[in-house]
Nanobody
Framework: QVQLVESGGGLVQAGGSLRLSCLAS????????MGWFRQAPGKEREFVAA????????YYQDSVKGRFTISRDNAKITVYLQMNSLKPEDTAVYYC?????????????????????WGQGTQVTVSS
């Protein structure tokens, strides 16, 4: 059973930074793609970024390019989302997700993967 546990959310002022962590357990993740999604109040969940566990190739939503960085630590089995230059519109619950077969697809397909497993989410609030 795959488990994903997010941490690192909180309240920050606009222009500030946060680093989210997603601790994964329960499987060997070499074929997986790990993603971050977010959902703001009254809005649909949206893709933020993803990375292949084996090769480490990232893919980002356009609105976060240059501000957010996704990375993974194989030894700690943890995926990170470093968020800089935060804006009030980044306020949302952020979710970590895992797709079992994602590494078989091109990076541009990462937003469309099935994502079989999800964490419980962590709140990020950016004040203006």
């Amino acid at each position: 059973q795959v488990q994903l546990v997010e941490s690192g959310g909180g309240l920050v002022q606009a222009g500030g930074s946060l680093r989210l962590s997603c601790l994964a357990s329960g499987r060997t993740f070499s074929s997986y793609v790990m993603g971050w999604f977010r959902q703001a109040p009254g809005k649909e969940r949206e893709f933020v970024a993803a990375i292949s566990w084996s090769v480490g190739v990232p893919y980002y939503q356009d609105s976060v390019k240059g501000r957010f960085t996704i990375s993974r630590d194989n030894a700690k089995i943890t995926v990170y989302l470093q968020m800089n230059s935060l804006k009030p519109e980044d306020t949302a619950v952020y979710y970590c997700a895992a797709d079992r077969r994602g590494s078989s697809y091109s990076v541009s397909y990462y937003p469309k993967l099935t994502y079989d497993y999800w964490g419980q989410g962590t709140q990020v609030t950016v004040s203006s």
